[in-house]
């Protein structure tokens, strides 16, 4: 099993996602983040006891950026030429096969990785249910 080159620790200054303000309130507002705008918005005026606004000063780490927790970066992978591509870096960069690749190429993916010894993040899927029919 081929090991990371990188064993540095991801470190999140704020590891619960930003969501928008109110967006428990109202059944119809998407949770995703949207800067408070109001002249008399609490959040955006920061008072004590609101949610906290996006900062650039939360933005993690460069070298730790994109990191998986298995110490791997991910590379996306459609075909066995695909990752030919990961032979001389496959301590850094894991393969992912993508989601529309059929369950047929995976396997020649999957046998072709382990020659290689590049490890598949995903390497089990499709696969499992095709056996147990």
Do not use: C
């Not at 200054?13 to 428990?24: A, G, I, M, T």
């Not at 791997?72 to 894991?94: C, G, P, S």
Request: charged residues 30%.
């Amino acid at each position: 099993m081929v090991k990371p080159l990188n064993t540095r620790v991801k470190v999140k200054k704020h590891p619960n996602r930003f969501r928008r303000h109110q967006w428990d309130r109202y059944h119809g507002l998407p949770t995703s983040w949207r800067k408070p705008r109001g002249i008399d918005s609490r959040v955006r005026r920061k008072f004590k006891g609101q949610q906290e606004m996006v900062k650039i000063g939360y933005r993690t780490n460069r070298k730790t950026r994109h990191l998986l927790q298995n110490g791997f970066y991910k590379f996306q992978v459609h075909n066995v030429r695909d990752l030919e591509l990961l032979l001389m870096h496959n301590r850094k960069y894991a393969a992912e096969i993508a989601h529309s690749v059929s369950s047929k190429t995976r396997k020649l993916i999957v046998e072709r990785a382990s020659q290689l010894d590049v490890k598949v993040t995903n390497g089990g899927s499709r696969l499992r249910t095709e056996e147990a029919q």
